[in-house]
């Protein structure tokens, strides 16, 4: 276990499920707080104002306590996100367990269980994993937002992309759905229809996130553009200061362009839940988050 954390804590909650506010709806779990992913873009890190941490993200981590979900019936029929501000899969969860003590309480619930991960930790519950499947609904989405290894390690500590990647394949060959979810897509940089064509037998769904630039961050990354692509530096600036939306809704069109040369589905703003014939994963359109933000997957956007 590699990890970059300095500062191991523990903090107890009075329930480890929280209404959420994501495209999804339902309900979010998330078994730590802070993660040693350290991504250089993570929306998660205004955590920090409302956990009274000062380290810098990515290295400390705090393992929650919580009491036993006693009425997992509760949830059946809901969404139930596991991992929106932290990877419930981190390199620590090899250590503490937490996230499988979720999945041990909700595995009989019916709820629509959700993990979303960067990792291939997550290939250490296979049993369960496939218990889960076989008595409800299950997905299992990773991150992957391009196919270079060096601009990967430039963004995130988390595993290398090949590493999710076979961790994705294995999960598919079990029977259970997965999904690659390409965010946040990097102007100039993510090449979606390589990673579409790299994932398309191994998944039934591709999410599409753009990369929202705000809050401290911001200046990280488009210090990163100018020092390593200072060519895409005039595109940032238009895109991130000038509010322009033209190559995000160019790359929409590209995106349905795609999904009809695959012979995919391209929906907005809806995930339907069902397997789909290999190799032809539908591809779903999440730009701009906060015009999904709360929409509950419903097909529909707040404009």
Request: with cysteine; glycine share 6%.
């Amino acid at each position: 276990m590699q990890t970059n954390v300095t500062k191991i804590g523990s903090v107890k909650t009075a329930s480890i499920m929280t209404k959420s506010n994501s495209p999804l709806g339902g309900y979010c779990v998330n078994p730590y707080v802070g993660c040693p992913h350290a991504c250089k873009y993570c929306y998660a890190s205004f955590m920090k104002r409302f956990t009274g941490h000062t380290e810098e993200w990515g290295s400390f981590m705090d393992v929650k306590e919580w009491p036993k979900i006693r009425d997992p019936k509760k949830y059946a029929g809901q969404s139930v996100n596991i991992g929106t501000v932290t990877d419930g899969y981190n390199p620590l969860e090899e250590t503490y367990g937490r996230t499988r003590q979720v999945l041990e309480e909700l595995k009989d619930s019916g709820a629509d269980l959700l993990i979303c991960t960067k990792s291939d930790l997550v290939l250490r519950d296979m049993d369960l994993l496939k218990e889960i499947n076989k008595n409800g609904k299950l997905t299992v989405s990773w991150s992957v937002n391009t196919l270079d290894e060096s601009i990967k390690d430039d963004m995130d500590a988390a595993v290398s992309i090949e590493r999710r990647l076979a961790a994705m394949k294995q999960v598919y060959d079990e029977g259970i759905r997965t999904v690659c979810f390409i965010s946040p897509v990097f102007p100039g940089l993510t090449d979606i229809e390589a990673i579409i064509d790299r994932v398309k037998d191994q998944c039934d769904l591709i999410w599409l996130e753009n990369l929202n630039l705000r809050g401290g961050f911001k200046k990280t990354i488009m210090d990163y553009i100018a020092e390593k692509h200072p060519d895409l530096l005039p595109l940032y600036e238009q895109i991130y200061n000038k509010k322009d939306r033209s190559y995000f809704k160019d790359l929409e069109k590209k995106a349905e362009d795609i999904a009809r040369k695959y012979g995919c589905r391209f929906v907005d703003n809806e995930t339907p839940y069902k397997r789909v014939p290999q190799g032809h994963p539908t591809i779903v359109d999440y730009f701009y988050h906060e015009e999904v933000r709360g929409t509950n997957n419903s097909g529909k956007r707040n404009k």
